[in-house]
């Protein structure tokens, strides 16, 4: 596809307009919805079918297209990267693109595994990849291709999936540990789910299989729930996930309950309901509880709240045996991907920093939609340093689109390449963007 690229120096002020931010849960904030302002001057370029926003010196191209729903990615050594589809094209459910002669596109693309999915990566050799009830593992040889595309290892097996919150998001650590989202089959455990007044289920019968993060053996053919370890529970449902190699611990973005209002409409207002709970960033350790269903995260009131399923009405704080989050972010944007940046080719503000990809709301009504944007967090000494910020915006295709949640792209995962660059998938259409660091 061809490709016209232009750029155009940009207010800050209005690359941010659409945005909305809280604090630090450790900070004392306002909790005012407006995402931080930074230094740098935007750019902006055409790509396809939208317009990329992004920093000045960072340029963004289309480095492959029209591969359907595209969520997580994973970059190998050589550059190839590997992407898992959602749902299966042509048959497969991974594609790896290569970009065989240096222009910033992948000239050779080619499909196997035949399982749909979100979750991929890669480490010590193999690509690891996860379907919404199993999670296998392709050798890679020393010309950094799969062994044997037809036969993949099966790792994990029999995970729950029971048509809501089914993706099984992964990581690995440094450790040759397996990381596994399996996310509640819930909004709020209620009794009878997302229904007006249903109380909740004390103890959630949820939380023995699902919500939360299962550890397994990343070497290990065959595992079931009686292998592995649930590594941390009272999380509704975790999309996007990364090992920091900073900390030497797993980081986490859950998505935060939904329908306050709609549920218990003498509780909460339509607004309250639109920007309650927060998106919340969780640092997570063997045994950590993080406490859905019981209670959400006010960014506003920096507390914990007693959710109204079990006897909250808004102001309650309960959750002393939950952990606080380390981040909070506005409600319903949908955290899809989490990367902490390693890389060396991105200003040094970046190192170590995480980047968010929200894949944008659907229940802010009447409040305009949001999302559909990469973030950014900065991190020193292992933990949030400043205020967060938009990374990349426009794969909406505007701000109208992004108001009425029908927008042209849905950013979902990110991945880092060796070179330092970054990639975006998106799930709408497909498309895979290479984000590069020039400072021109």
């Keep these: 596809m061809k490709q016209v690229h232009y750029f155009a120096q940009l207010a800050v002020g209005a690359l941010l307009s659409l945005l909305s931010a809280c604090g630090n849960t450790n900070t004392k904030t306002s909790g005012a919805d407006s995402a931080s302002t930074t230094k740098d001057t935007a750019s902006a370029e055409s790509n396809g079918d939208v317009t990329i926003k992004l920093p000045e010196g960072f340029h963004a191209v289309v480095f492959a297209d029209g591969l359907g729903k595209a969520r997580h990615l994973a970059v190998n050594s050589n550059g190839d990267v590997y992407v898992k589809l959602e749902k299966l094209k042509n048959g497969n459910g991974i594609y790896r693109l290569r970009d ?92 009878k ?66 329908q306050l209002h709609d549920l218990f409409p003498d509780l909460y207002t339509t607004k ?92 802010r009504s009447p409040e305009p939609q949001m999302g559909f944007e990469v973030a950014f967090l900065p991190f020193a000494n292992g933990k949030p340093s400043g205020e967060w910020s938009v990374f990349a915006d426009g794969f909406s295709g505007g701000p109208q689109e992004t108001a009425s949640g029908q927008v042209k792209h849905r950013p979902c995962g990110i991945a880092m390449a060796p070179d330092g660059s970054v990639y975006v998938s998106d799930d709408e259409k497909g498309t895979i963007w290479k984000i590069s660091y020039t400072g021109k």
């Design 100 to 191: 065989t002669n240096g222009d910033g596109r992948a000239e050779d693309i080619s499909g196997f595994g035949n399982f749909a999915g979100t979750g991929i990566a890669i480490k010590n050799g193999y690509l690891y990849a996860s379907s919404d009830e199993e999670v296998f593992r392709y050798k890679l040889d020393a010309n950094n291709n799969i062994v044997d595309p037809g036969k993949p290892e099966k790792i994990v097996t029999g995970l729950l999936a029971h048509g809501e919150h089914e993706a099984k998001a992964i990581a690995l650590d440094n450790d040759g540990n397996l990381y596994v989202n399996i996310g509640a089959y819930s909004n709020a455990c209620q009794v």
């Design 272 to 363: 309250q309901s639109a920007e309650l709970p927060a998106e919340c960033m969780y640092e997570l350790h063997k045994g950590s509880n993080c406490g859905w269903p019981y209670i959400y995260y006010d960014q506003f009131l920096h507390k914990k709240i007693l959710a109204p399923e079990y006897g909250g009405n808004g102001k309650k704080t309960a959750g002393n045996d939950a952990q606080d989050p380390v981040y909070a972010f506005p409600a319903h944007l949908a955290p899809n991907g989490l990367l902490f940046y390693t890389g060396n080719k991105f200003p040094e503000k970046y190192k170590n920093g995480a980047f968010i990809v929200f894949h944008g709301s659907w229940n």
């Design 193 to 258: 789910d997302r229904s007006i007044g249903s109380p909740g289920m004390k103890p959630c019968p949820i939380l023995d299989s699902a919500g939360g993060i299962w550890q397994f053996k990343a070497d290990k053919a065959d595992q079931t729930y009686k292998d592995g370890v649930r590594y941390a529970t009272g999380l509704r449902n975790v999309v996007g996930l990364d090992w920091n190699t900073a900390t030497n611990s797993l980081f986490v973005m859950q998505h935060g309950r939904d």
